[in-house]
């Protein structure tokens, strides 16, 4: 599945290149489809919602509509958990769900062609190999390019009642 | 050009369905001994509304059922058949014969063939019944639609419309389809028509005599025609009189004589003879070709003169005659012979002559013709009146929801003007207030638009009714009150199985057998109340019976027999709730109706699913009656925040019985997990909810806080808060649309301070207390 995929994405994304969002997550930086990204805006305090996940901080008003919020940061053990009025959070519009992603900081927006995005080499941990489409080295930074929608609507992030697996 | 037709599938989907349910209630109405000749054609319409639509879109099947149904229908209008309850019985049969089709269409279910060859066989069968010889059926219905409805014909105008018809119009049954319409509403007359095999762009002009408006029909016309290749022309002149049409129409198939004379004698006040005399008429007319038209013209005013009216009646032969002299082609015309010559080259008659005299004409004709008149004319009026947009429920929803932002704005800004205390300008907070106001009224009017009278639900009882208790073989009134209460449309939507199961229920167990009531002493006929009123933020419906009432020991026995924990000593309110418990039933035996003990259960369900509630109250041998209490609206909910920890919750306020401060000493536990309160003497479960929610409550010592006592569904709980804050209307969202479902939280809100506050799921609550009472015991 993985490898029909990329192979898929090689073939359509040789000569156009897409955009990518980049954020940190403590000393790594990762990439995201920007087409996912609705809007980039401050943290403020959620509401609580009960018996939820660590990571699931609770859920805000945006403009009427209820969004949850997810800080990667704790999912992922990365970096120093502190909210401060840099603290960022990316609104992504993924299947149709307005989700929130706790980052440290958005850094970039990039344009990498598939040429750039190499195969991630397998590992386990916290973070699956799944969720990675690949790795790109930008100067002297590498970038974890993330398939954010599967992340957010894989049932390791308890977002979605029924996550597709 | 070609269309996708599917894009209007859905609308006449509606419409139909509309249009048959609108059939159905006039049938319930109908008194079948004197039926009322307006609901006749009332039904009539509805039915021939549907054949038209659906043979435009290419549903035979219904189109062809509809069409017999439409000929019986005819008929009986007519007089030609008198009305019996088993045509009755046949068209309701057909009219769900004619859902399922439409069902079946949406991809729901299957039509029952056979049921559809039965019917069309037994509605062919009454049609042929014992009436005169038939005529060739859709001539004969456009003549006498005429007829019927010459007397209404105050408001006719006269539509002279030109288009050319697409390709595909053209060649199919588009065409017929159009002018089928168009004869529906009033008198049609083609003038000219393409030659049939000719090539090249069609051109038809028609003459239409009706007393509806060019709305009405331009949609089906523009339809048909080539993109804008369309005209319609209003000759105002022509005052939809009887006495007008006499010049012009010598010889056109939509407008039949009776039409001439009967113009003439509407002044006479003397209408049987003149109906007689118009058969005369009739006679003179019809074999003449147009030719001889201005000699019959004298005739039938020499069958006129000794009348009253004939002075009005000269004074339009004036006129009459008027039109015709100054005409160049007629000469023509008579030469020809062709009735049809005459209208090509005549431009919008100018005759403004000739509307004072239709209005002479039309007064004392109104007060002649007396009561069906007034009928239709005031049908006609309503019809004209009553115009509405269909708009797609998102977009109220958009509209409901951008108010429902404006509002929590306006709160924010209330706020922050109030913080700002004297330092706020004068202007500002007279601006807010303002504001205030109207966000107010703007939110009032726009959750009205999804409001909706309950008559909708209401008006498909007497059917329910009248059919079970045929088939229970019990004498049964369904009286309905309050059918005007409006609620939003998502709930009527979501009340109407509840409803039906709880009037199926009181027909089968409540209402006795005939013999049964007159022993009991009470009459044969057993009475079910349908009633709907407001209480409070509350829409009430009840569903009352005069029948056996519940029988509490039964009850009881059943409820031990399947193992529920009962006791002689619970109230009448908790037993009768028994019967909501999935699978009781006290029948004796199960019958088709009901008795499997399923449904009650599912009636509760979708009630609280819906933020209400139901209620029982019953005498044993005098009646039962069910009271389900539902919010107003699904999207606003009057809500009480409470404070736990550093978070807000709101609390539906109509679970809410009470709250107090526990004493030290009330609370008690039971084997050191599960607390209770004492509250006057009764023992109730304690849900604490900052224990519940893992959250830091700001008081380690119950008798700092609140509890609250909540009723849900019959069961009280005492819920463990910080702190009460206050009372709010919350605007009702989902949590479910960007996240999950989140146990003991039916939804969430925004505060004034922008803030979101979740909403408690109280029956969630109140079981999570039984389940840890049960732990414990």
């Known amino acids: ?165 | 050009m070609s269309i996708d037709m599917s894009q209007f599938y859905q609308v006449f989907f509606e419409e139909s369905e509309e249009h048959l349910a609108a059939m159905e209630s006039l049938l319930l109405e109908l008194d079948v001994g004197d039926p009322d000749l307006e609901q006749l054609n009332a039904i009539f319409r509805a039915a021939h509304s549907i054949k038209g639509s659906a043979g435009t879109f290419g549903f035979t099947d219904l189109a062809e059922t509809t069409h017999i149904l439409e000929n019986l229908l005819d008929r009986i209008r007519k007089m030609e058949l008198p009305l019996r309850a088993d045509m009755v019985d046949a068209f309701l049969q057909a009219g769900d014969v004619l859902r399922s089709m439409l069902d079946a269409h949406q991809g729901r279910g299957a039509v029952d063939q056979m049921a559809v060859i039965a019917i069309c066989d037994r509605l062919r069968q009454l049609s042929s019944g014992n009436a005169a010889p038939s005529l060739p059926v859709p001539a004969q219905a456009a003549e006498d639609e005429v007829a019927v409805r010459i007397p209404e014909d105050t408001g006719r105008r006269l539509f002279d419309i030109q288009f050319v018809p697409t390709d595909i119009a053209a060649n199919g049954v588009g065409i017929e389809n159009l002018l089928d319409e168009l004869r529906s509403l009033g008198d049609l007359e083609i003038v000219s028509r393409p030659a049939p095999g000719e090539t090249g762009p069609a051109y038809w002009d028609l003459r239409l005599l009706t007393d509806q408006s060019r709305e009405v029909f331009a949609d089906q016309i523009d339809f048909i025609a080539e993109n804008g290749a369309w005209r319609i022309v209003e000759d105002k002149a022509v005052a939809a009189d009887g006495t007008t049409a006499f010049g012009f129409f010598p010889d056109c198939p939509g407008v039949p004589d009776e039409l001439r004379g009967y113009g003439f004698f509407r002044g006479s006040g003397q209408r049987n003879e003149a109906a007689k005399e118009e058969d005369d008429a009739y006679g003179f007319f019809e074999p003449l070709p147009a030719v001889a038209a201005a000699p019959v013209e004298d005739d039938s005013f020499g069958f006129f003169e000794p009348l009253p009216a004939s002075p009005v009646a000269s004074e339009t032969k004036d006129d009459g005659y008027g039109f015709f002299e100054p005409l160049p082609s007629a000469p023509a015309v008579i030469e020809e012979g062709e009735g049809f010559g005459f209208f090509v080259p005549i431009p919008p008659p100018p005759v403004p002559a000739e509307v004072p005299v239709a209005s002479v004409v039309a007064e004392p004709a109104q007060v002649a013709l007396g009561k069906p008149t007034e009928r239709q004319a005031k049908t006609a009026v309503a019809a004209s009146g009553d115009s509405s947009i269909r708009v797609s429920i998102e977009k109220v929803d958009q509209l409901i929801n951008l108010v429902g932002e404006l509002v929590i704005t306006q709160a924010m800004l209330l706020q922050t003007s109030a913080q700002m205390q004297e330092t706020a300008p004068e202007r500002l907070l007279n601006g807010l207030a303002q504001l205030e106001r109207n966000t107010r009224d703007l939110q009032e009017s726009v959750m009205s638009i999804r409001m909706m009278p309950i008559s909708f639900v209401f008006s498909r009882f007497p059917r329910v009714v009248r059919d079970l208790s045929a088939k229970l073989g019990k004498q049964v009134e369904l009286k309905t009150l309050g059918e005007t209460t409006e609620l939003d449309k998502s709930l009527i939507e979501r009340i109407t199985d509840p409803l039906t199961h709880l009037i199926r229920n009181s027909l089968d167990h409540g209402i006795e057998s005939p013999e049964k009531r007159v022993a009991a002493g009470k009459s044969p006929t057993g009475t079910i109340t349908l009633k709907a009123y407001h209480q409070g933020g509350n829409i009430v419906i009840e569903v009352g019976d005069d029948g056996a009432g519940l029988p509490r020991e039964k009850i009881l026995q059943k409820a031990r027999e399947r193992g529920l924990p009962v006791s002689e000593q619970m109230t009448d309110q908790e037993v009768f709730h028994l019967i909501f418990e999935a699978g009781f039933s006290t029948a004796d035996q199960v019958t088709d109706v009901s008795g499997r003990g399923v449904g009650m259960d599912v009636v509760r369900r979708n009630i609280q699913s819906m933020g209400g509630r139901v209620e029982i109250d019953s005498m044993f041998g005098i009646g039962t009656r069910m009271t389900v209490r539902l919010p107003l609206t699904l999207a606003i909910l009057d809500g009480m925040s409470v404070a736990v920890g550093d978070q807000i919750y709101i609390l539906p306020l109509s679970y809410v019985l009470e709250s107090l401060q526990p004493m030290p000493g009330d609370i008690k536990t039971l084997s050191n997990q599960a607390r209770v309160v004492q509250v006057r003497g009764e023992y109730l479960p304690v849900v604490v909810l900052h224990e519940m929610f893992r959250l830091k409550s700001a008081w380690n010592d119950f008798t700092q806080g609140i509890m609250v006592v909540l009723d849900a569904d019959g069961a009280r709980v005492a819920l463990f808060v910080d702190a009460l804050l206050g009372q709010h209307q919350v605007v009702i969202k989902s949590l479910e649309a960007n996240y999950r479902k989140v146990p003991g939280i039916s939804g969430a809100t925004i505060m004034g301070d922008g803030h979101v506050a979740l909403i408690l799921d109280v029956s969630a609550i109140a079981g999570m207390a039984r389940t840890n009472m049960q732990k414990a015991g």
């Open chain 1, 1 to 165: 599945m993985e490898v029909m995929m990329q192979g898929a994405a090689a073939g359509e994304d040789d000569l156009v290149a897409s955009e990518f969002l980049t954020f940190t997550l403590g000393s790594e930086e990762y990439a995201i489809d920007i087409l996912k990204v609705q809007e980039i805006r401050g943290y403020e305090t959620p509401t609580l919602i009960a018996n939820a996940p660590p990571f699931i901080k609770g859920v805000i008003n945006l403009r009427g509509i209820i969004v949850p919020i997810v800080d990667l940061r704790i999912k992922f053990n990365l970096g120093k958990v502190e909210y401060t009025p840099f603290t960022v959070v990316i609104i992504l519009n993924i299947a149709g769900r307005v989700i929130g992603a706790v980052v440290d900081s958005v850094s970039d927006v990039l344009s990498l062609t598939s040429a750039q995005v190499r195969q991630a080499p397998d590992f386990s941990g916290s973070f699956d190999t799944k969720y990675i489409l690949g790795l790109a080295s930008i100067d002297q930074r590498m970038l974890i390019v993330t398939d954010i929608e599967r992340l957010m609507t894989s049932a390791d992030m308890e977002l979605i009642e029924a996550a597709a697996e």
